[in-house]
């Protein structure tokens, strides 16, 4: 990869993804009660324990420098979050396999060598690249760019299914009826943009739903959480 970058240096602007977030599933419980390097597992593909790590890393680092006092309670619930938006993006990228959705080496070089860290006086720098993301991340190169690539599928599937989210006149016209608000009112675009969204996220909600029934999400994490408490880990 650190040879592609070095042959495409043009900028390339990264589209922005619509950010999604779902609290409907609570995993706690589910599933058996050993890791070995995973944290559980959606339609049998294991949750990288690592990346769990770093994300609960992250999420308490911030919400120290916010201010929280991190207690046993914050710790669950961030365990709790993590892993849910862990299983949420597996099942995002599974459906985007199923849907012919693919990520190149080209998109992932041009996210990288223009990531402000990787850069040395405005150039990508291999060397930044290594070093940060060996100190931040513990990853290889290898292990950076299939992450990075991973992520990538998942909002495209994300961005897929907001592009295909349809509204028919009659659920327009009986939206903004109820709200109040005639079609030539300037609140009627931003209205309508929500409506997407509102609609966006049921059908994401509903076919999370669908794909979670049975044994489908097992979850880990209640064990690692009892060992991250006991100081076992």
């Not at 990346?51 to 365990?79: A, C, H, P, W």
């Not at 760019?145 to 599937?157: F, I, N």
């Not at 030539?184 to 994401?204: H, L, N």
Request: no cysteine.
């Amino acid at each position: 990869m650190i040879g592609f970058l070095s042959r495409h240096r043009k900028p390339i602007f990264i589209g922005t993804v619509v950010a999604f977030l779902l609290g409907i599933f609570v995993f706690f419980g589910l599933g058996s009660s050993s890791s070995y390097g995973s944290v559980g597992e959606v339609r049998g593909q294991k949750l990288s324990d690592k990346i769990f790590t770093l994300q609960v890393n992250k999420m308490t680092s911030q919400l120290r420098d916010s201010g929280v006092e991190i207690n046993s309670m914050i710790r669950k619930g961030v365990y709790q979050q993590v892993f849910q938006s862990m299983v949420v993006d597996e099942l995002f990228y599974q459906e985007a396999q199923k849907a012919g959705l693919v990520v190149t080496d080209f998109e992932v070089a041009a996210e990288i060598q223009n990531t402000p860290a990787f850069l040395d006086e405005g150039r990508f720098s291999p060397r930044a690249y290594v070093q940060t993301i060996s100190s931040e991340f513990g990853m290889s190169p290898h292990e950076y760019e299939s992450w990075r690539k991973y992520q990538r599928l998942v909002a495209k599937y994300r961005e897929y299914l907001m592009t295909n989210v349809k509204v028919t006149p009659d659920e327009i016209g009986a939206l903004l009826k109820a709200a109040g608000i005639k079609a030539d009112d300037k609140k009627a675009g931003s209205f309508m943009t929500e409506i997407v969204r509102t609609k966006y996220t049921a059908i994401a909600n509903y076919m999370l739903t669908q794909l979670v029934k049975g044994d489908e999400v097992k979850s880990y994490v209640e064990k690692r959480f009892r060992l991250s408490e006991a100081g076992e880990e």
